[in-house]
């Protein structure tokens, strides 16, 4: 099984893509079957006999959306949902469609802890128009008029490491973090109190492109490497060598191309 096959070109743009390396179906043997897992087959990368291969002869599965009985047997299970209304569940259902990503942020969104009732908190999330994008690009419409809000958001896109919370008051101010905490928390998974991390790539692909256009929406290379240039800094502040975000240094400065850094950087 070969999953994730529109993430290797929207995320990696390799030189050399795996695809190409996928063999042609004729050179496949008896008792082998590929399994490709992929959101498109528009992919530059993938061969046109494999395209062809696999639009016809009943090969292609489109996976449906969550049933309401789905929908509801999954809120059943969430912590913190227990006291939910038949109302609300049918809303929840109304508001994702019965896309699971959506409803994940959905039932994230409302047991948050924010302090809203849930049928407030409901109305309030953004309803799934058929792709998880327009959600996010509601959510933005939101939250770009905040500067400081913007620049927290385009530093944690540009991490690897996990988000280690009890460092994000050096970062930005405490009204800051709370707008993070209160308006973006549902798009992250909480490993610990301290750890952090985007609960789906696509969101951290959509600020990281969103925080990287200029004004009149053009792709502007100074801001991705003014923000890694930041990052690079922070990376100094840890005082424990086996903290991961030490060894990043290397990564934002290469990124910020401030390449007699990483030469000057001590082994």
């Known amino acids: 099984m070969v999953d994730g096959l529109d993430h290797n070109q929207r995320e990696h743009n390799p030189l050399q893509s795996l695809l190409s390396d996928l063999p042609p179906p004729n050179t496949v043997p008896d008792g082998v079957i590929f399994v490709l897992g992929s959101q498109t087959l528009e992919l530059n990368d993938l ?10 002869e009943s090969r292609t599965i489109v996976i449906s959306p969550l049933t309401r009985t789905n929908v509801y047997a999954a809120i059943k299970k969430w912590p913190g949902c227990s006291e939910l209304t038949d109302d609300n569940k049918k809303k929840i259902f109304e508001k994702s469609l019965g896309h699971p990503l959506s409803l994940v942020y ?17 109305d309030d999330f ?43 008051g050096k970062w930005s101010d405490h009204s800051t973090i709370r707008a993070f905490i209160s308006s973006a928390s549902h798009y992250f998974k909480k490993d610990s109190d301290i750890s952090w991390r985007f609960f789906h790539n696509s969101f951290r692909l959509f600020i990281l492109d969103k925080t ?16 890694h240039k930041v990052l690079a800094e922070h990376c100094i502040q840890p005082t424990d060598d086996n903290d ?24």
């Open 244 to 267: 991961p975000m030490r060894w990043e240094r290397v990564y934002h400065l290469f990124n910020a191309r401030q390449m007699e850094a990483v030469i000057d950087l001590n082994p």
């Open 212 to 227: 990287s256009r200029n004004l009149f929406g053009n792709f502007d290379d100074s801001k991705n490497i003014e923000y």
């Open 47 to 56: 061969s046109d006999t494999i395209k062809e291969h696999v639009r016809y």
């Open 106 to 122: 959905l039932l994230e969104f409302i047991t948050g802890g924010s302090g809203r009732d849930y049928d407030e908190a409901i």
């Open 126 to 168: 953004p309803l799934y128009q058929g792709h998880i994008e327009q959600s996010y690009s509601v959510y933005w419409r939101q939250i770009e008029s905040n500067q400081k809000l913007v620049d927290l958001l385009a530093l944690l896109s540009r991490l690897r490491e996990p988000i280690n919370t009890q460092v994000l």
